[in-house]
T-cell receptor, first 115, second 113 residues
């Protein structure tokens, strides 16, 4: 158990809908990263927050947005869902920023299926 | 542009054999190189990591070899076991690299009994 929690574990929805994925980082970790992993694909970095502020952006679609709250949990919002958005979405956390002595610890993921 | 290039994409090894996965990078600002192991339906889990001030790090059956001049690092799994069958990702990060971890594309390892 990495200490990172993600809810829900599974999510099934229809095209055009909007969903929210939730992540709670390890105790004491200030950074949260979101990744998308499609079938047989690697980890695609989406976005990173550090202590409530956006710090890095990857290949995140405009239909997607995220935020980190004062209690450090984070939410990833996916809207106008398309079939191609079906994937595993992972959250990871670190104590500080990338490049520090800490590494990323990943949550168990949320499997999103868009029908 | 792929910041970290990983090979092979898939690997089949006999039980007891050595599994070797290679990664290469270009950005000399990287100074931390972790390897992750991922089982189907699970999140990646840190396996072993190295910093460029050492050329090798060993933890049990897992060894990272690091070649700073060639900008390459590799994971060796000695005495591979069926339970090692998983996808392995290399990654890199560093101060001043945009607050990101850059991942390789993954290697699917199958260890045949």
């Amino acid at each position: 158990d990495s200490g990172v929690t993600q809810t829900p574990k599974h999510l099934i929805t229809a095209t055009g809908q909007r969903v929210t994925l939730r992540c709670s980082p390890r105790s004491g970790d200030l950074s949260v990263y979101w990744y998308q992993q499609s079938l047989d694909q690697g980890l695609q970095f989406l976005i990173q927050y550090y202590n409530g502020e956006e710090r890095a952006k990857g290949n995140i679609l405009e239909r997607f947005s995220a935020q980190q709250f004062p209690d450090l949990h984070s939410e990833l919002n996916l809207s106008s869902l398309e079939l191609g958005d079906s994937a595993l979405y992972f959250c990871a956390s670190t104590r500080g920023l990338a490049g520090s002595t800490d590494t990323q610890y990943f949550g168990p993921g949320t499997r999103l299926t868009v029908l | 542009q792929q910041q970290v290039k990983q090979s092979p994409q898939s690997l089949i090894v006999q039980k007891g054999g050595i599994s070797i996965i290679n990664c290469a990078y270009e950005n000399t600002a990287f100074d931390y190189f972790p390897w992750y192991q991922q089982f189907p339906g699970k999140g990646p889990a840190l396996l072993i990591a190295i910093r460029p001030d050492v050329s090798e790090k060993k933890e049990g059956r897992f060894t990272i070899s690091f070649n700073k001049s060639a900008k390459q690092f590799s994971l060796h799994i000695m005495d591979s076991q069926p339970g090692d069958s998983a996808t392995y990702f290399c990654a890199a990060s560093g101060t001043g690299t945009g607050n990101q971890f850059y991942f390789g594309t993954g290697t699917s390892l199958t260890v045949i009994p």
